[in-house]
């Protein structure tokens, strides 16, 4: 009974350890396996096409290893997409379509951005083309002095193209033709964008002349005064403050200031003698004597021209002002006496002379019908006395 039991107890150990190690690959070859010829492999079928030219040149190498070769076959084509089998003694290979490697996600965010910003640069440079091309059409029409069409061109681009380099330059161009073409409102608001996008640029300088131009036009003399003053007071370069002075008292002449422009004029002709700017102070002061019926104190700085500059043109130009300075007061002998002393005085300068001669013309006609409206009073006047006196004394 003893054996029997120690007969079990030895089974029931040696019967679980057989079990597990019967499924168990051999440890050691059993001579069976198959031997891979070099010659059976072709090496330039299971590399990458672009790895042909390294696999020639190492397939020497590699004639060595034996079955080392197979193995580095084998692993090579895993990554290539290449199907192998094993046929016999040998081994062949049949190419299959290879599937394209994913690309990681960190990887295609950074193509993505590569290609988003080629193709915004290329974006910029169509719509820098299309706003230069469009500026052009519009210059067209602004040349031919069509300054609506221009203005209709130029402001699409500021619509649809807000991001364009050039912008400031349209605009200020759309301002100018909103201007002449009296648009003056319109004209307006692009001026007051030019100066907040750039004040210290050379447009912004002239933008604010125009603007203040524009409130003129409008009748919005106080805004044109607060423009003029402002840039006297900044003190910019001197021909600036000089343009100010100028545009200040032609705002004052049209409010009948006429003080005040004066007091401007007289301290122009002072402070800039022997200049163009007194000469240009001379003739506005001349101009606003004649307005306010000094007509001597005109005559008197027009001569100082004449005098002073006898060797220019404005010579010449002053002594037609004092033709029409005597015209205007009604002396008609004088005013002839002025145009003929630009013909015979200044005959050098064709153009003077033919205006002279004009005048001169104008004059005979002016006088002729001065006297025709004379007679013509002097009947109305003896008629009604005529017709007062019957009135009397029928009554």
């Known amino acids: 009974m003893k054996r029997i039991l120690y007969f079990a107890f030895i089974l029931m150990i040696i019967l679980p350890v057989y079990i597990l190690c019967a499924d168990d690959p051999e440890a050691f ?10 010659g059976s492999v072709n090496v330039s079928n299971i590399m990458a096409p672009e790895d042909n030219t390294a696999a020639n040149g190492s397939a020497q190498a590699s004639q060595g290893a034996g079955g080392d070769t197979y193995k580095n076959a084998m692993t090579n084509s895993s990554k290539t997409g290449i199907e192998q089998k094993q046929q016999g003694t040998g081994v062949t290979a049949n190419e299959t379509v ?11 965010m950074f193509q993505s951005n590569e290609v988003n910003i080629e193709q915004k640069a290329k974006t910029k440079q169509e719509i820098e083309k299309d706003v230069q091309d469009l500026y052009k059409e519009g210059k067209k029409y602004y040349d031919i002095e069509d300054y609506e069409g221009a203005a209709e061109i130029w402001s699409r681009i500021i619509e649809n193209y807000p991001t364009a380099k050039t912008l400031f330059t349209v605009r200020y161009s759309l301002a100018n033709a909103y201007e002449y073409s009296r648009q003056y ?3 307006i608001v692009q001026y007051q964008k030019v ?3 750039n004040p210290k640029s050379e447009a912004a300088v002239e933008s604010n002349y125009r603007l203040a131009g524009c409130y003129a036009k409008l009748d919005k003399y106080p805004y044109s005064i607060e423009i003029y003053k402002d840039m006297i007071g900044r003190g910019p370069a001197k021909s600036e403050v000089i343009r100010a002075y100028f545009s200040l008292a032609q705002i004052y002449m049209k409010q009948e200031k006429f003080k005040r422009a004066e007091i401007i004029y007289k301290n122009l002709v002072k402070y800039f003698s022997n200049t163009p700017t007194e000469i240009q102070g001379r003739f506005q002061l001349a101009q606003l004597y004649a307005q306010t ?3 001597r104190s005109s005559v008197k700085e027009y001569k100082l021209i004449m005098f002073k500059y006898r060797d220019t ?3 010449p130009l002053a002594a037609i002002h004092i033709g029409d300075t005597y015209k205007l007061a009604g002396d008609y002998k004088s005013a002839k006496d002025a145009y003929n002393q630009v013909v015979y005085q200044f005959y050098k300068y064709e153009q003077y002379t033919q205006q002279a001669e004009e005048r001169i013309k104008s004059l005979k006609d002016a006088r002729a ?5 004379s007679n013509n009073y002097e009947d109305n006047v003896k008629g009604a006395d005529t017709i007062g006196g019957g009135l009397q004394s029928g009554y």
């Open 195 to 197: 100066l907040a996008e």
């Open 369 to 373: 019908l001065a006297e025709r409206n």
């Open 313 to 315: 043109e404005w010579a």
């Open 185 to 187: 409102d319109k004209a």
């Open 29 to 38: 070859s059993n001579g069976n396996e198959q031997t891979v010829n070099e």
């Open 293 to 295: 019926n000094r007509f």
């Open 98 to 108: 290879a599937t394209p490697t994913p690309i990681p996600t960190s990887e295609a």
